[in-house]
């Protein structure tokens, strides 16, 4: 009997907490996991918006033509703009976890596209610090929700999805140079950024209404959930440390501290390397040819380092990353071949790659994933403070000496310092240990 009543309090229990028409109310499982959708979505979503982020070298020579601006003061506004969104990760993560990415994509593209439509009516440098302002606001909706999104979709395979989204994004940092490019030299750069802003507009929008939060907002579970649910129970990583007990240990400021050093050189190159290679004697379209070659090597990279990461943990990854980071900048600050130029962009693209898909599976990994999310937007508001301040001190640099020399080698030095920090670099007590 007593059997027979928990049989029926268990019924009941399951039929009250899920959707009438769910697989498990069915009794069977989908044919087609919904997360799949979600994964494909963000894939697109995060190719738009990385390919956006990787347009501002591609408009830094008309707008300096036009004004006759320093680097220095263009940069500034890429500054700004990354230290902005950058924040915002912070509370968009926040708002992610209880509302969902539904609107906040909405948002990101609606403010997306007033951003880049107001560039094209720009007169004013203070014009385009504001308006990079809310290009900043309009970023700020998409890395963070996402990647949390895919978090919850995916028990098995997480790794594998995130680095999927992520390689979308390294398609957008590839192709977007060229589209700008070519909208710049068929349309003129003000209507190049008009044509932009419609598309993106409505291209983030529309994939905005197939994102859910979570698999509970289809009757399903997670991804593998089934597996892995006893697994979890017993692993510590799950619970993990609180943000307040992370941010009061030294292990926090140090990881913080590495990825700001590291994202010198990244921000450097999306900006500087354009016109560096004008500098060189490249043209417009073939300069903006490196930008596509070290984004486009970075698209296997996170692909492949992040299946890396599960085997050989994130740590070791990471200093991977920042070891090839440095030794590229390194090189470029001592030879002015263009052939050399594209090579070690080439390779400059894998340690990209793998810098960005270790970030994440890091941050578990010392930290635990209880508050995953906000120590994740911290972890990205650092790597948008260097990110920043690579571009402004390149550019600084550029108008006192008249070359990048000493550009590439300053930021390759902070590449080789972020290298030495993670590889002292220990986990906190209370969370699980890197494997590394």
Known sequence: MKSGVSTVKITLLTKNSLPEDSPAIRGNQPRFFYGFIIVIVALFLDLI??????????????????????????SGAFTFYSLS??????????????????PLLI????FLGLGLFLMSTISHLWQLYLYYFILAVGMSGSFVPLMSTIARWFDKWRGLM???????????????????????????????YIILAVGVCILIIFGALFMYRDPSKKGLQPYGSGRQSVEHTKN???AG???????????????????????????????HAVPHGQDLGLSSSAAAGVVTTFAGCGIAARVVFGAFVDRLGGRRVMMIACLVLAVTLLSLSVTRSI???YGISAVFGLGFGGFVSSLSPLTAQLFGLRSHGVILGVATFGAAIGGGLGPLLAGAIYDTTGKYTLAFL??????????????FLKTPPSPVRDPA
């Open 241 to 271: 440390m609180t943000f307040r007990q992370v941010a009061a240990t030294r292990f926090f400021w140090m990881f913080c501290l590495a990825i700001i050093f590291a994202q010198f050189s990244i921000g450097m190159m999306v900006v």
């Open 410 to 423: 300053t930021v390759g030095l902070l590449s080789l310092s972020s290298f030495a920090i993670i590889l």
């Open 339 to 341: 052939g050399w130029f």
């Open 236 to 238: 510590p990583a799950s």
């Open 85 to 102: 969104h950058g924040a915002l990760y912070i509370v968009t993560g926040k708002l992610s976890d209880r509302y969902g990415p539904r």
């Open 49 to 74: 918006t990385a390919g956006i982020h990787f347009t501002f070298g591609i408009f830094f020579t008309p707008l300096s033509h036009e004004f006759g601006w320093t680097r220095a003061a263009i």
């Open 107 to 110: 948002s990101s593209g609606l």
């Open 162 to 192: 995130t680095g999927l989204v992520l390689a979308g994004g390294g398609l957008g940092q590839a192709v977007f140079p060229q589209i700008g490019t070519w909208l710049i030299a068929a349309f003129q750069w003000r209507n190049a």
